[in-house]
């Protein structure tokens, strides 16, 4: 098994609705990120959390929530899902005091939002 | 956090040597240079990383001058597997990381 799992794997909602991307981790780390990324760009941060009870915006967090519910699981949700978020979109955890701070990534979500 | 510039593109042939080199001209002296690498529709995959001098591991080693304003990538005898996207990082231990476009690797047969 993967060691951080995203869900679902491709979405493709309507704009308007409101739409939830899961995020799983079996690495045991307390900190938790949300990234996206388009076609020929870099990944840009939208939330991060470093334990259950902290959550911080990143440098893309309008129109996106976030939901720590244990140190495994950290969701993000489009309240009111808009074309221009359509992207790929990437969880990661890390913990700096025990693997050099390398970021474990997941395979993505890829979302299109029509 | 330290802004890296890194090339857009680079080509090479499969067996050969390929050094990628990121500037770094701001960085701190808290900052940790990281390196990843990220093939199409997949997450990021950690490579290396380091603070000065040379670090290697089984997959790469990453070299880092003693003023710290650059450090180069090398990937020994790339096969057409090691097409990919690879991205430079600096930022303080401990800090969120920025990931810019990196530079897009095509090894060629």
């Known amino acids: 098994d993967a060691d951080v799992t995203q869900t679902p794997r491709n979405r493709i909602t309507k704009t308007g609705k409101r739409i939830m991307l899961e995020c799983s981790q079996t690495k045991g780390h307390d900190r938790m990120y949300w990234y996206r990324q388009d076609p020929g760009l870099g990944l840009r941060l939208i939330y991060y959390s470093f334990d259950v009870k902290d959550i911080n915006k990143g440098e893309i967090s309008d129109g996106y929530s976030v939901s720590r519910q244990a140190q495994a699981k950290f969701s993000l949700s489009l309240e009111s899902a808009i074309p221009n978020q359509t992207a790929l979109y990437f969880c990661?955890?890390?913990?700096?005091?025990?693997?050099?701070?390398?970021?474990?990534f997941g395979s993505g979500t890829r979302l299109t939002v029509v | 956090l330290a802004k890296t510039t890194q090339p857009i593109s680079m080509d090479s042939y499969e067996g050969q040597e390929v050094n990628i080199t990121c500037s770094h001209n701001n960085i701190a002296t808290n900052d940790y240079i990281t390196w990843y690498q990220q093939f199409p529709s997949q997450g990021p995959r950690f490579i290396i990383q380091?603070?000065?001098t040379k670090v290697t591991n089984e997959v790469a080693s990453l070299f880092i001058p003693a003023d710290r304003k650059s450090s180069t990538l090398s990937l020994p005898r790339v096969s057409l597997s090691d097409t990919a996207v690879y991205y430079c990082?600096?930022?303080?231990?401990?800090?969120?990381?920025?990931f810019g476009p990196g530079t897009r690797l095509s090894v060629l047969p």
């Open positions: 380091g603070y000065k």
């Open positions: 990082l600096a930022a303080p231990y401990g800090q969120n990381f920025v």
């Open positions: 990661a955890t890390s913990d700096p005091d025990r693997e050099g701070y390398g970021y474990t």
